[in-house]
């Protein structure tokens, strides 16, 4: 039984769509992110949400847009897809936020043409 | 202030070899340190993690060594292996709300 599980692991889509990735735990934590790794394998973080509460915002352009319709459900959506958004994507919980391992999920894989 | 600063990016080591990673951070209030490993197409998982009121921690082949004062911590792994040929993110964290910042990654190849 998965602990965080994404879908969909792959995404191929022209640019100017809008698409979302969706992501679930199983643990019981109350604090999910949204993190992007670029193709040097660089990890971002984007968001994160702490019992549906948004917590942190980077500087992501207003084009995503996380939404956690409870806190075990933490989904991405993006908007007016563009070349640059190409990436993976990676769905994480912990319990608490802070100094606490963080349990990935293994990834969507976004490719914009 | 944020930063974790990673070194190197690539490594290859021969199979018994010793690798060693190393990650330097500039944030005191940071007091959790964990490493994550990632093979290709999964996500990163803990390895191991360490916290500042210790210099060393080890579990099996694998040991965090941890200098406070340099604000510099390194992963070694003895008796590496070609199961260990994976992508290493040293992170940084702590109490009170820090998000996890990760450093560059390492990519280790194990030969054979």
């Known amino acids: 039984d998965t602990a965080v599980s994404q879908t969909p692991k792959y995404l191929v889509t022209q640019m100017g769509n809008d698409k979302s990735i969706k992501c679930e735990q199983n643990l019981g934590h109350d604090t999910m992110y949204w993190y992007k790794q670029d193709s040097k394998k660089f990890l971002k973080i984007m968001f994160s949400?702490?019992?549906?509460?948004?917590?942190i915002n980077e500087t992501v352009p207003n084009r995503f847009s996380p939404k956690s319709p409870d806190k075990a459900h933490l989904n991405l959506h993006i908007n007016s897809l563009e070349l640059g958004d190409s990436a993976v994507y990676f769905c994480?919980?912990?319990?608490?936020?802070?100094?606490?391992?963080?349990?990935f999920g293994a990834g969507s894989r976004l490719t914009v043409l | 202030q944020q930063q974790v600063k990673q070194s190197p990016q690539s490594l290859i080591v021969q199979k018994g070899g010793i690798s060693i990673i190393n990650c330097a951070y500039e944030n005191t209030a940071f007091d959790y340190f964990p490493w994550y490993q990632q093979f290709p197409g999964k996500g990163p998982a803990l390895l191991i993690a360490i916290r500042p009121d210790v210099s060393e921690k080890k579990e099996g082949r694998f040991t965090i060594s941890f200098n406070k004062s340099a604000k510099q911590f390194s992963l070694h792994i003895m008796d590496s292996q070609p199961g260990d040929s994976a992508t290493y993110f040293c992170a940084a964290t702590g109490t009170g709300g820090f998000k996890t910042i990760f450093g560059a990654g390492t990519r280790l190849f194990v030969k054979a």
């Open positions: 949400y702490n019992n549906k509460e948004l917590i």
């Open positions: 994480a919980s912990s319990r608490g936020s802070g100094a606490n391992v963080l349990t």
